[in-house]
């Protein structure tokens, strides 16, 4: 169980989660495939091959070799894309795509870790466009997404200023730390791929997601925790039957206070008719 309230005369602490299959259920940018498509951005066959690997990516996970295919796919195919028109389709389509796919498991992990006093960050290959809406839904602290070259007509150029992904996302988080001034060995970091290794082990509590098996054996291996994220749920939802912890917060506080009030009052009373 994670501690409740963090003690802040420590240095500050944060989690870092990764994103697809550990925070929500798809490939972020590939769940948006069918909004770019009637947004005009791709055609029938990149959406029928977005939709295509998608699926070998939620079947088998993708190894380091799929992920540059990928990599390589996506960069090509969003080259003269208007990077507004991105951001519109997916404000528009965010709470429609994403929000069911939100697992209800991660959804508890970042409330915990606000309680207790923790930043929670994103750690994302994804592109930025798709990551900070996300990120802004599940009230996430920081994001590190991949960024995307955008030339002086607002389109993307198809090179990557930024790739998130494998050491470099262990190197954003070191340099997190640094300007945070975050204590890594009292972290927490959580994901699904063995790609994400490096970002496990920069933290003092990793934590496997919905492992693939490369990362199941080195989880095993090393003793980390292995986490079964299955529910996915929608955030109102969740609000329904849950109260958040801000929630129980103010009720505790009011309640508190309304007993004191009784206290004060019974006081006052007995001194009157004393």
Not at 119 to 134: C, L, R, Y
Not at 212 to 222: F, G, I, S
Request: proline share 4%; charged share 25%; with cysteine.
């Amino acid at each position: 169980m994670l501690s409740l309230v963090e003690n802040h005369s420590l240095p500050r602490t944060a989690a870092f989660f990764d994103l697809d299959k550990t925070v929500i259920a798809k490939s972020s940018t590939l769940t948006f495939s069918k909004s770019f498509y009637q947004g005009g951005l791709i055609n029938r066959r990149a959406a029928l091959r977005t939709a295509y690997t998608q699926f070998v990516f939620l079947a088998g996970g993708a190894d380091h070799d799929q992920m540059e295919r990928m990599r390589k796919y996506l960069s090509a195919l969003c080259r003269g894309w208007n990077v507004q028109q991105v951001k519109d389709i997916v404000a528009e389509t965010l709470h429609d795509l994403i929000d069911p796919i939100i697992y209800d498991e991660a959804a508890s992990l970042i409330e915990e870790h606000h309680t207790a006093g923790r930043d929670v960050v994103i750690v994302s290959t994804s592109g930025a466009e798709v990551v900070e809406p996300i990120g802004e839904l599940l009230g996430a602290d920081r994001v590190v997404a991949t960024r995307m070259v955008v030339g002086d007509d607002g389109c993307f150029t198809g090179e990557v200023e930024y790739y998130a992904y494998g050491p470099t996302k262990a190197e954003a988080i070191r340099e997190l730390a640094e300007s945070e001034e975050y204590d890594l060995a009292h972290c927490y970091a959580y994901s699904d791929s063995a790609t994400d290794l490096p970002m496990l082990e920069a933290v003092g509590h990793p934590h496997a997601v919905n492992p693939d098996r490369t990362l199941r054996r080195e989880a095993l291996a090393r003793g980390w925790p292995i986490l079964d994220f299955h529910r996915p749920v929608r955030l109102k939802q969740r609000l329904a039957v849950r109260p958040r912890p801000a929630l129980l917060a103010a009720a505790a506080i009011g309640a508190a206070a309304a007993t004191a009030g009784l206290v004060w009052y019974a006081s006052r009373r007995r001194v009157a008719t004393a």
